[in-house]
């Protein structure tokens, strides 16, 4: 049918023929949505390998259309359905259908994030007894009849080398090439384990995730990812007035969802361990030609001492385990400009869709200005996870600066099931007290957004990511990376998924995790309470970097005036 749309020459029957293809499509999906609902009813009947044993908890709550849920909480487009469907004639326009409506879904008390055992947060835990390791997955079951075959070993691969022959791992991080994951129906066997441990609502604190699905790198370096156009965020101390300043905090913010993506194929990065840290910085426009001519002043403190003042340095440090926090810092010295955010996730099956409810709030702070920038973050969802995954960002978000008064509500539209397109976001900016915006935008947030001035009518380009280049960030070398620094801890598994041995990979992320184990285990034992490094608690309010600019600078300023003649009288 797709083939036959594209062939169409009549822009009005190709235009038809699109919407009919759309549908069809849609149907599909709503197909195998039912075919995975029958799965979960089966297995909850009658477990493979006595996998799953159905709801634990009698507290489970149904949550219905018109339920009150947190405005950073939405059901997942394929959970959502006619609670009353119209009746439709031969003559009722496929386009003019309504949108489908949420139904019931189970939303358990425990999530992802909020478990007790320490054997919860990993993506890898020990095999379960009649289940044994394919070739091409952490783990596989057999299908109900004639048993499955799984796909065949993938063709080795040659790994990056150094002269000595050793695996080169620092090239190996900066290799972005990604193998496909391909149709998740050539993991058969393993979905049909997968499937095993779920059901609609579900958290997924308990359920395997096989190998071949991970990212070669850690959530650490997915957030730092986030700041790969690094001069759109210190642009912002260089606009003149609050409505713009406002503005170029949006332009960096919803570049940045894009930047921290490296493909479009839905990919989970490592669980970071606890105590993990990855620190980085980048070069800006015209600042690196500079720093190669001239001799290279460092910083000597910050979350990367060996970087200069005019380098936008990060960190990142997971700072707790139950539930699991990340918490990281940027900042760029000469600009007085510095950003610090804490995040933990909570993870919900959904039918077709694995969905994420990203808690916790970022914080844009300009020195010298003395204006704060305080965020929140959206949803993320991977889609179509039976067939070829995707991610999907929604929900509601806002930018709001107490100083100024301005705000900026930010819309991250799903897909409906029925027509519409991906990855949509609209976003209006407020003066403080007015309730006409003085700034709107909308597009797409990893392709092309548009904005536009209420007064002058004027229009604009927000980002165009075609166009726009991202900035490699400096990493340490492997070698001189301390234990626990995220890619010296992940190296072999990293290498192993380069080499496509999810076996390996496997092993190597299970001597990880059950080291992670002996570690608490000990702990616990001697009454040990972790300390984390580099960032603290703050009450109700997260978390903070222990050594921000602004307290160097304001160390600096008083060692300055204790130093004066003045201050020494």
């Excluded at 797709?2 to 293809?21: F, S």
């Excluded at 054997?119 to 009849?145: I, L, N």
């Excluded at 839905?266 to 980048?282: D, H, T, V």
């Excluded at 003395?370 to 929900?395: A, M």
Aim: proline share 7%.
């Amino acid at each position: 049918m797709g083939t036959r749309v594209t062939e169409l020459a009549d822009p009005l029957a190709k235009n038809k023929g699109q919407v009919i293809l759309d549908h069809s499509n849609a149907m599909l999906d709503n197909i195998k949505h039912s075919i995975v609902l029958l799965q979960i009813a089966k297995n909850t009947v009658n477990p493979v390998n006595g996998v799953y044993q159905g709801p634990t908890s009698l507290s489970q709550t149904h949550i219905k259309e018109g339920a009150e849920l947190s405005p950073r909480v939405e059901l997942g487009a394929e959970c959502r359905e006619l609670s009353s469907p119209s009746p439709l004639t031969p003559l009722t326009p496929l386009e003019h259908i309504d949108a489908p409506r949420a139904m019931s879904l189970l939303v358990p008390d425990t999530s992802y994030s909020s478990s007790e055992g320490e054997d919860d947060f990993y993506d890898a835990d020990d095999e379960p007894a009649d289940v044994e390791p394919g070739p091409s997955a952490s783990r596989t079951c057999p299908a109900e009849g004639a048993p499955e075959p799984d796909p065949a070993p993938p063709a080795a691969v040659d790994l990056p080398r150094t002269r000595d022959g050793e695996i080169d791992y620092d090239a190996l991080y900066e290799d972005e090439s990604d193998s496909d994951l391909g149709s998740m129906e050539n993991h058969g066997s393993v979905i049909t384990h997968l499937l095993s441990q779920v059901k609609i609502g579900m958290d997924l604190t308990k359920v395997v995730l096989p190998t071949f699905i991970l990212e070669r790198r850690s959530l650490l370096e997915m957030y730092a990812d986030s700041f790969a156009y690094p001069d759109q965020f210190v642009k912002i101390v260089d606009q003149p007035s609050p409505r713009e300043r406002m503005v170029q905090v949006v332009r960096w913010y919803l570049s940045s969802y894009h930047a921290g993506r490296k493909s479009q194929v839905a990919k989970k990065p490592y669980n970071p361990i606890l105590g993990e840290i990855f620190r980085c910085y980048w070069e800006l426009d015209g600042a690196e030609q500079h720093n190669a001519t001239a001799e290279k002043q460092e910083v000597g403190d910050g979350p990367v001492p060996w970087c200069s003042p005019d380098q936008l340095s990060f960190v990142a440090e997971q700072v707790s385990h139950h539930p699991p926090i990340s918490a990281f810092y940027a900042e760029h010295v000469n600009k007085r400009i510095q950003f610090e955010a804490w995040v933990w996730t909570k993870s919900k099956f959904l039918g077709l869709s694995i969905g994420v409810h990203n808690i916790g709030r970022g914080v844009v702070t300009l020195l010298e200005l003395g204006e704060q920038y305080t965020l929140t973050f959206p949803n993320g969802y991977g889609r179509s996870i039976l067939t070829v995954p995707w991610i999907e960002l929604g929900g509601s978000v806002s930018i709001e600066c107490q100083q100024t008064g301005h705000k900026a509500n930010i819309e991250f539209l799903t897909k409906p099931f029925y027509g519409g397109k991906k990855h949509r976001v609209t976003c209006e900016v407020f003066g403080a007290g007015d309730k006409k915006p003085y700034y709107t935008a909308s597009g797409e947030w990893n392709s092309r957004m548009d904005g536009r001035w209420t007064e002058s009518g004027r229009t604009e380009v927000v980002f165009e990511v075609s166009s726009m280049k991202s900035r490699r960030k400096r990493v340490a070398s492997v070698s001189r990376q301390a234990a626990h620094e995220s890619r010296r801890v992940w190296r072999h598994v990293t290498a192993a998924l380069r080499a496509a041995d999810t076996d390996a990979a496997t092993a190597a992320k299970r001597t990880l995790e059950q080291a992670q184990r002996d570690a608490a285990k000990r702990r616990l034992d001697t009454a040990d309470k972790w300390i984390t490094q580099l960032f603290s608690p703050k009450g109700e309010e997260g978390w903070e970097y222990n050594e921000p600019l602004s307290k160097r600078m304001e160390a600096k300023t008083q060692n300055k005036s204790t130093d004066s003649p003045e201050g020494a009288r």
